[in-house]
């Protein structure tokens, strides 16, 4: 079965950086899209950064300019370089693949980022 596995939240001072990397498992089918979302407490969840199998990039507007999405398709895994980070970037992120041809998406269970002011 399909799993992703995220790794790298944690706690950081407002201005620091974090790096996040999820993995996918368990499939031989192409995946397109990845990417992640994030959901802060009492918020709905809403996507921070996306990217093709070809490697174009969408980001939310809050993070551009301050995170970076990365891919490595032989290693089905995806990044989240995270810049600048402010404490409104706390939230779970979580990461999702887009795979097989009826491009089904699969979520990883989140990790915890904490920015302190």
């Known amino acids: 079965q399909v799993q992703l596995v995220e790794s790298g939240g944690g706690l950081v001072q407002a201005g620091g950086s974090l790096r996040l990397s999820c993995t996918a498992s368990?499939?031989?089918?192409?995946?397109?899209?990845m990417g992640w979302y994030r959901q802060a407490p009492g918020k709905q969840r809403d996507v921070v950064a996306a990217?093709?199998?070809?490697?174009?990039?969408n980001y939310a507007d809050s993070v551009k300019g301050r995170f970076t999405i990365s891919r490595d398709n032989a290693k089905n895994t995806v990044n989240l370089q995270m810049n600048s980070l402010k404490p409104e970037d706390t939230a779970v992120y979580h990461c999702?693949?887009?795979?097989?041809?009826?491009?089904?998406?699969?979520w990883g269970q989140g990790t915890q980022v904490t920015v302190s002011s």
């Open positions: 999702y693949a887009s795979i097989g041809i009826a491009k089904r998406d699969y």
């Open positions: 368990g499939t031989t089918f192409t995946i397109s899209a």
């Open positions: 990217i093709s199998s070809g490697g174009s990039t």
